[in-house]
């Protein structure tokens, strides 16, 4: 019905947009909360309705927005590399060399899309997140996809963290005598658990300037882990494998995992929202996909190099376990997956709070928050504990839910929002990136859920 609507609006001459939205808008990613004027810090801690001298949303956004550009590059740079590097040299062997550039082609699309949701921001400064973009756009129905793709994404990359975080942990404790004997449990699901367990309390955090630190530490570790399989490269210890041209077969499922390397447009409205000026947002975006893809690129061509057939799913696991710098980097990705927890859970985690009734107190509402997703975060563990196929989750993510959030719903939301506006060049660009998105998200979903079904099949077989 979505793109009934989108098709509808094209066949128009010319649409006139509406600037006005409901009296109540969204905080960070919500749908009902009272605009609230600059000093009001009470007001906004309790979530109520101020009695103040309102003013204009736009000028409570300057006043509060006090984010770099550099804090914005580090955030988004924070909130896009994690698992994409440890999974791009799996890719880029079992792609092909060929094959990176689609790897490239994506970072290019994904940053234009986040690109134009600046655009659309830009467009009606009363709009706050992704959702409110999908409400202007499409209305009930726009919010509803876009709600429910978000929650899907952000379900689906914490399962694959606490995956990442699962399979590591072995490999740092190997040959380890724990001795811990529990019934339906084995000592790697147990460490598991404990780590969790550990990054649970900061799901309770409420603001995106608190959670910025732990975005920063997950970039350190992220450094970390590149300069580490650097430093295993420049060893030479590794024969220099030849990397297959291209394995056309493959490409639906490795595109699965090129694009979830660049998923985090669910965040890009706050990011926008909190920089002192917002017109910097498209020069943040060009600098920060410009460096992951160039991170993604070469690790994943020096990992392919030094391991060839033999690469693992998460390049951290085909380093040599005797070397220092491999348990350094087995380290880095123990910690980066309880980074992510917070940065990953904040939009479901503020959309709830602000659902909440308005009589409940900011403090009721922050334990609500805190302990529906601590229960969330059981959930993600129970599942990674049952299905540890790293790769194929990823893939899977990447293509069901990560192509819609990257490629197909920006696009489409802008044409919505901003027709008439835009020329029929930049029209068809994005006609033709909403085509693309869809093929490589049915092609990707098709591929990855019958190779996750085969292993989940083998595994119960054996």
Known sequence: MMMKSLWKSLQQKCMKQKSEVDDSSVSVHGDDLVVLPPNCNCCIEENKECNCDHVNAAEERDDNANSSFTHAVINMVGMLIGLGQLSTPYAVQNGGWSSTSLLVGLGVMCSYSSHILG???????????FVDIGKHAFGAKGRL?????????????????????????????LGTNLKLHLPNFSSSQLLTVVAVFISMPSLWIRDLSSISFLSSVGILMSLLIFLCVVATALLGVHPNHTIPVLHLRNIPSVSGLYIFGYGGHIVFPDLY???????????VSIVSFAVVTAVYTTLGFMGAKMFGNDVKSQITLSMPPERIVTKIALWATVVTPMTKYALEFTPFAIQLE???????????????????????????LTLALSFPYFEHVLSLTGSLVSASVCLVLPCAFYIKICWGQISKPILLINLSLIIFGFILAVMGTISSSQLLLKNFQLHHST
């Open 354 to 380: 602000h659902a909440l009734p308005s009589s409940m107190s900011g403090r009721t509402k922050m334990i609500v928050r805190g302990c529906v997703g601590s229960f969330s975060l059981l959930i993600i």
């Open 145 to 173: 996809v876009a709600s429910t793709i978000i929650y899907m994404e952000i379900f689906m990359a914490l399962v694959s963290y606490t995956i990442s975080l699962h399979d590591n942990l072995i490999t740092v404790f």
């Open 119 to 129: 655009k659309c921001l830009k467009k009606n400064p009363k709009l706050r997140s």
């Open 273 to 283: 929202k909190a920089m002192k000026d917002p017109s910097k947002f498209t020069k």
